[in-house]
């Protein structure tokens, strides 16, 4: 079973800054990465999914890497606005059985 | 329309009651899961159908039981409601074929409260 962490649980930035959130892995063998925005009380919208034969992928101001070897993901914002204010998880999974393990959440504040 | 649709949003119900949450879905795909949330936790998966004939379950399932009726529905039952079961519940869609690589799509949640 993939096991999926992401520290730090909260962080505050200030408008415009650069934004770099973490999630590490356990399981090597891992099939694809997922990133998710979930703001309070709401669904989770897919933000990026890497797959194992990736290194990243971009979408707009949205950057996401994957490191097999150190089981490392990063998902890196540039330009961070209020309106980045969010829970974002990551999950991922293995090719045994292709379900998705999630990190508990990194909660994200952008001051105006 | 959303693509996955989840009714009802929000329950308030009282222990030991029967509860059904349903997910419905206009992705075509032929994987769905149930997922609840609690604080701090994470999501943690309950079930998971990756056919109409393919029910699984997840890491949680006890004191719970789905449905799949339909390729389009999947179906989450508590069978006799308890406090702990307080949680906001997601149904997700996937498709591991061609290039879609079993991302998962989430419908906007149910909020239960179990009093």
């Known amino acids: 079973k993939q096991e999926v962490t992401q520290i730090p649980a909260a962080l505050s930035v200030p408008e415009g800054e650069n934004l770099v959130l973490n999630c590490s892995f356990t399981?090597?063998?891992?099939?694809?990465l997922q990133w998710f925005r979930q703001d309070p009380g709401k669904g989770l919208t897919s933000l990026l999914l890497?797959?194992?034969?990736?290194r990243e992928q971009t979408s707009g101001r949205l950057n996401a890497s994957l490191d097999k070897s150190s089981g490392r993901s990063t998902l890196y914002i540039a330009a961070s606005q209020p309106g980045d204010s969010a829970t974002y998880l990551c999950?991922?999974?293995?090719?045994?059985?292709?379900?998705?393990?999630f990190g508990a959440g990194t909660t994200v504040t952008v001051r105006a | 329309d959303a693509d996955v649709t989840q009714t009802p949003r929000n329950r308030i119900t009282k222990t030991g009651k029967r509860i059904m949450l349903e997910c419905s879905q206009t992705?075509?795909?032929?994987?769905m899961y149930w997922y609840r949330q609690d604080p701090g936790l994470g999501l943690r998966l309950i079930y998971y159908?990756?056919?109409?004939?393919?029910?699984n379950k997840g890491e949680i399932s006890d004191g719970y039981s789905v449905s799949r009726q339909a390729q389009a529905k999947f179906s989450l039952s508590l069978e006799s409601a308890i406090p702990n079961q307080t949680a906001l519940y997601f149904c997700?869609?996937?498709?591991?074929?061609?290039?879609?690589?079993?991302?998962?799509?989430f419908g906007p949640g149910t909020r239960l409260t179990v009093l």
């Open positions: 997700a869609t996937s498709d591991l074929g061609g290039l879609s690589y079993n991302e998962q799509f």
């Open positions: 399981d090597s063998a891992i099939y694809n």
């Open positions: 890497i797959q194992s034969s990736q």
């Open positions: 999950a991922g999974s293995t090719s045994n059985d292709y379900k998705l393990s």
């Open positions: 992705k075509g795909h032929d994987r």
């Open positions: 159908s990756f056919d109409v004939k393919d029910i």
